[in-house]
Nanobody, 117 residues
Framework: QVRLVESGGGLVQAGGSLRLSCVAS????????MGWYRQPPGKQRELVAV???????NYADSVKGRFTISRDNAKNTVSLQMNSLKPEDTAVYYC???????????WGQGTQVTVSS
């Protein structure tokens, strides 16, 4: 099992910044991809950004140029720096870890990000 604990959500005004962090523990030796997803109110969960164990990143078009994902393999953490936040970024943000060997995904409990206009 892989346990993920997120931190860093909150309320911010449009144009502001927040940084989300996620610490992974448990059987993490085979975790390949880590990332962040979000679920806006009344909508489905969507990809925000992911990063491979080698550092390759992929972003949703809506956050490119504003959000930056990073990973510290030594500390088993993945972070999301969010700048120039918009009201449409309001969502519950979930940390994700993916194990390719067993094709399994693990999720954190989620952290609320609210951007006021």
């Amino acid at each position: 099992q892989v346990r993920l604990v997120e931190s860093g959500g909150g309320l911010v005004q449009a144009g502001g910044s927040l940084r989300l962090s996620c610490v992974a523990s448990g059987w993490i030796i085979n975790v390949n991809r880590m990332g962040w997803y979000r679920q806006p109110p009344g909508k489905q969960r969507e990809l925000v950004a992911v990063i491979s164990s080698g550092g390759t990143t992929n972003y949703a078009d809506s956050v490119k140029g504003r959000f930056t994902i990073s990973r510290d393999n030594a500390k088993n953490t993945v972070s999301l720096q969010m700048n120039s936040l918009k009201p449409e970024d309001t969502a519950v943000y979930y940390c994700n870890a993916h194990r390719e060997d067993i094709s399994n995904d693990y999720w954190g409990q989620g952290t609320q990000v609210t951007v006021s206009s």
